[in-house]
């Protein structure tokens, strides 16, 4: 009997409890190469992806990047063949949550509307009931024929394509 008690007994001790893990818990879902569809009803308002996307249950977050979002202009039936004019935003990281239904967006955010302004800036804010980007962080726009502004922050109306800019650092231009 002593023969197998001592062995036993250092295995038991060998193994013990696994150590504590102190960063946060992992997610409770992580999906890879996700496509989006947003309605609002039965109506489709935007498409997108992302590489990955994690949801934390107890919160409601939903993390994800890099990923596209296209905002469009006007609603389309669910089952379209053909989609509207849409105003695309391209990030590399995103956090919303389904409860608030708000998104920040950052780390680099691009935004490219149906007539050809691209604009952007570090970070900034969707609400997604009312599809405003909001920010005040610096945020530059181009544009055909030479067009440009800088400015210190923004509310974008992405599906009336009205853009109000704060604190201008320059003016537009058509070089």
């Excluded at 994800?64 to 053909?82: K, T």
């Excluded at 502004?149 to 650092?169: C, K, N, V």
Aim: proline share 8%; glycine share 10%.
């Amino acid at each position: 009997m002593r023969f197998f008690a001592l062995p036993a007994l250092i295995g038991f001790v060998a193994c013990g409890a696994p150590p504590n893990d102190d960063g946060p818990p992992p997610p409770e879902v992580t999906l890879h190469q996700v496509r989006l569809r947003s309605y609002r009803g039965s109506m489709l308002t935007a498409v997108g992806r992302s590489e990955s996307m994690a949801y934390e249950r107890a919160s409601a977050d939903v993390i994800s990047g890099p990923g596209s979002l296209d905002v469009l202009s006007r609603e389309a039936p669910s089952l379209a063949g053909h989609l509207p004019p849409a105003t695309r935003i391209e990030t590399q990281a995103a956090r919303g949550n389904l409860l608030s239904r708000g998104i920040d967006v950052w780390g680099g955010v691009k935004l490219r509307t149906p007539t050809g302004l691209l604009g952007t800036t570090d970070a900034a804010h969707l609400d997604t009931l009312t599809m405003h980007a909001t920010g005040s962080s610096p945020v530059e726009m181009q544009g055909p024929s030479g067009y440009w502004l800088r400015a210190q922050g923004f509310d974008l109306h992405l599906r009336e394509d009205l853009y109000e800019f704060d604190r201008l650092q320059s003016r537009v231009s058509t070089l």
